[in-house]
């Protein structure tokens, strides 16, 4: 919770929302058949830059039933044919974070599970007052993907965004957790509904690529070094290997490698649905203002 805000940080916080969202937008026009999933995460964080934001974090595209966390390296061969595919782009101004993402299902089969996490967080939204209790929130989100016939991921979950925090308090529960805790003046949060064909229920799959520093140690090697310095860079956000490998080469992944021995990393696995579900998932970031006003900060027209 921002105690109270001054203009300037409720103006980054703006800024960052409406980069996050034009970004989105740009990105989802990029994926279309044949295109290279490569190519639309580096043109969408390309975009950030140019809107003169820096990321939160690695532009993520996750495909059928991953949830999350998938980041490709600089090799990665996935091309669009007919999957479900889930944007999800994070800016900051200054550490003050906007987050959003989107679904876009290629094979036209589709269109209920991508509107169940919509509704969900449209419904979410309209939800959201001062006084509200988060497992509220989490009913409503459950209730509207339940009408599809989906599950919702109740294992992932809307969460806080602080300044270069961007997993914070509060936790906004996908499904009706009871959890009391009140809605107040000063919050900042991204929700973020999973909407599952599958269990919702989503487990670790595959090679991290992302990662966060968590505890600086002295390293030897010249090389780490240097990646560490470049990782230092990065004010505690979670950063890829591509960003790392492209300035680098592969001798970056050595650097990556000794300092997860050394205990120095967090890592993020992608998530994928435990019974391999499909899963959609659709997000904003919205502030409660001093006078208990909803602004939800990466408005966009979704469609």
Known sequence: IFSSMDKEDIEKLKKAGRIAAQALEYGKSLIKKDASLLDVVEKTEEKVFELGGKLAFPVQISCNHIAA??????????????QVVSLDVGVHIDGFIGDNAVTVDLSGKHEDLVKASREALENAIKTIKVGVTLGEVGKVIQGTIQKYGFAPVRNLSGHGLGKYEQHTKPSIPNFDNRDNTKIEK??????????????????????PTVFSLE??????????????????????????????????????????????????????????DKDKGLISQAEHTVLIDDDGKVIVLTNQKME
């Open 215 to 272: 505890n600086k140690k002295p390293v030897r090697n010249a090389i780490t070094r240097q990646v560490l310095k470049e990782i230092e860079s990065y004010d505690n956000l979670p950063f890829t290997t591509r960003w790392l490998t492209n300035k680098f080469g592969v001798k970056a992944k050595f650097a990556l490698r000794e300092m997860e021995q050394l205990g120095m990393l967090h890592s993020y696995a992608p998530l994928a």
């Open 69 to 82: 966390h998938y980041c490709p390296d600089e090799d990665d061969k996935t091309v669009f044919s007919d």
């Open 186 to 207: 000063g919050m900042v949060f991204a929700i973020e509904p999973f909407a599952s064909t599958g269990a919702g229920i989503v487990q670790d799959s595959g090679t």
